[in-house]
């Protein structure tokens, strides 16, 4: 039984288009797509760290 729920619905992203991981690489989708932007998180972290203290 998977630990996440619903997991075929939701989008995984990989932390750089050059990891391959053999056993689940299927879950990213294509080759190259779903990659992370640590350049966008970078330039809003502080806005993104703002919003999830005020939540908190």
């Keep these: 039984m998977p630990r996440i729920p619903n997991f075929k619905d939701l989008i995984f992203f990989r932390a ?7 056993h689940i690489d299927q ?4 080759s190259g797509r779903n990659v992370i932007d640590w350049k966008l998180i970078d ?3 502080v806005d993104l760290m703002q919003v ?3 939540i908190r």
């Design 43 to 45: 330039k809003h972290g």
């Design 27 to 30: 879950l990213f989708g294509e």
């Design 52 to 54: 999830a203290i005020s």
């Design 16 to 22: 750089s288009e050059k990891i391959a991981y053999p």
